[in-house]
């Protein structure tokens, strides 16, 4: 007996039966011994480039039966015989008895600027896969352009011909000439499909196709697929896809090509097990850089029209160590600078875990901060403190940092609305929920019982709408190893 091909489907932190299913999943829905051994081992980590053991597949046990425990890392694996695909979800606190699990589907969308509409979900069954979505969409896309005709392009050239085109390539002209030909070796401009716009969209086509599982989304690939038969099937190198520059009639392909760069990020690997070789698929992403994009995108929308723009760590300009015996980086997820002067206005820190909303508390538990972990505010104020040394040192008090947790609203995750004055977390902050102001105590000795207060910064503890999937029990969770 084997597993069944379709998709095993998890959230964070849940567990996946060996040799057979738990109770309450789906008949076959289990990994064979060789499998988990494959999916939880170093080198296949490796592979994958995945650095911390604990957040991604690991062998575990619920009760008395052998498991494999998903991690923090979502998105989908292909192996032999199964696909497995872990989604997000925001985990039970103390208020909250339920697991919600989080659209990763309308996430990656913001995150990676698919302009995938949210119209396709009616098309696809999304229960069978978050990626079916943004396969099909993916293929709608680029088969609408495609009857339309495939960009062309000014490409270097070269053909013998019976008359000339272009310029005589010399060297090759001797080398025709000393066979006796007739034919004259040119070099050319061609108007042709078979450009770096279109081999990224092939080659986005092709990842798709591996992916997708879903008949609608693999009619809709392939069809799309047929109109590239004069395009090449070697894909432009990473430099070209990272560099590359659409022209004025490709503008259209944008949201295309960023559907393609998506799909390509996905790592092939050889899966040797049992006598038979053959190639599995992995596109996943660690939730916490996930959520940090998302984050980003999200306050940059809600910038628009205004002085502010948020940066991630990873596009901010600017080193910050904090000297501790050895020098430690520093790296605010979010860095918020004017546009016109470039000052640095707010910093945040995303945790992509459970904190108690405001709403959700009462009596004393309703202050702010309550329940934040004291190494994330410790954190926070490191960032604040250390930035605000080497950027404004004679500013009074620090720059403002807030820690931004993610929470699923009732009513589905609306646009922020955009700030009006000089606070750009003006639209999370609720009556329960503003910034505090820290003090600093210095004593002076051990028997010192009047430090001096001093301003240490303000902190805000905020929550960041994300929008919700589908709301189930938190069963299988288990973070135990």
């Not at 086509?205 to 989304?217: N, T």
């Not at 698929?281 to 628009?304: D, G, P």
């Not at 600017?318 to 016109?340: C, M, Q, T």
């Not at 410790?378 to 930035?387: E, P």
Request: hydrophobic letters at 40%.
């Amino acid at each position: 007996m084997t597993p069944l091909a379709e998709p095993i489907i998890k959230l964070e932190y849940e567990h996946i039966g060996i040799g057979r299913a738990l109770e309450g999943d789906p008949e076959g829905h289990w990994l064979t011994e060789e499998q988990a051994t494959f999916l939880t081992s170093a080198a296949f980590r490796k592979k994958l480039g995945v650095g911390n053991a604990l957040e991604w597949f690991i062998l575990s046990q619920k009760g008395e039966m052998p498991t494999v425990r998903t991690g923090c890392w979502v998105g989908i694996v292909a192996l032999k015989g199964v696909q497995i695909e872990v989604r997000p979800k925001i985990e039970p606190n103390s208020t909250t008895a339920t697991s919600s699990e989080v659209d990763l589907c309308k996430m990656l969308n913001i995150c990676f600027d698919l302009d995938v509409p949210t119209e396709s979900a009616a098309d696809v069954d999304i229960s069978s896969s978050i990626l079916e979505v943004i396969s099909h969409a993916f293929g709608k896309k680029v088969l609408k352009s495609a009857q339309h005709g495939l960009p062309r392009r000014y490409v270097d050239a070269q053909d013998d011909l019976p008359t000339i085109r272009g310029r005589i390539d010399m060297q090759r002209q001797v080398a025709l000439a000393s066979k006796a030909s007739s034919l004259i070796a040119c070099t050319f401009n061609s108007f042709d499909p078979d450009n770096q716009v279109n081999r990224l969209l092939k080659a986005g086509l092709k990842a798709a196709m591996s992916l997708s599982k879903g008949p609608r989304a693999r009619q809709a690939l392939r069809l799309a697929l047929s109109y590239f038969d004069e395009v090449s099937d070697r894909p432009p190198s990473g430099d070209a896809i990272k560099n590359m520059v659409l022209q004025r009639n490709e503008l259209h392909l944008g949201s295309a090509c960023s559907l393609a760069k998506f799909f390509l990020r996905r790592k092939s690997f050889d899966l040797r097990m049992g006598d038979n070789n053959e190639e599995g698929f992995a596109l996943m992403f660690r939730m916490w850089h996930i959520y940090e994009q998302y984050t980003v995108a999200e306050l940059n929308r809600s910038f628009t029209g205004t002085d502010f723009v948020a940066y991630g760590h990873e596009k901010n300009p600017g080193d910050w160590y904090l000297a501790e015996g050895d020098f430690k980086e520093l790296k605010p997820d979010v860095v918020i600078r004017s546009r016109k002067s470039g000052e640095i206005v707010y910093l945040a820190d995303t945790k992509w875990k459970s904190v108690p909303y405001p709403e959700e508390q009462t009596g004393a538990d309703a202050q702010a901060g309550e329940d934040v972990a004291p190494a994330d505010a410790y954190q926070a104020l490191a960032y604040s403190a250390t930035i605000t040394a080497v950027h404004k040192p004679a500013l009074k008090q620090p720059i403002p940092v807030a820690i931004l947790y993610p929470r699923l609203p009732k009513d589905g995750a609306a646009p922020l609305p955009s700030p009006k004055g000089v606070d750009p977390f003006e639209a999370l902050r609720t009556p329960g929920n503003k910034a505090m102001k820290l003090t600093a105590l210095t004593k002076r000795s051990n028997y010192d019982e009047n430090p001096e207060p001093s301003f240490a910064g303000t902190l805000s503890i905020l929550h960041l709408p994300c929008p919700p999937g589908v709301h189930r029990p938190a069963l299988g969770t288990d973070r135990s190893l």
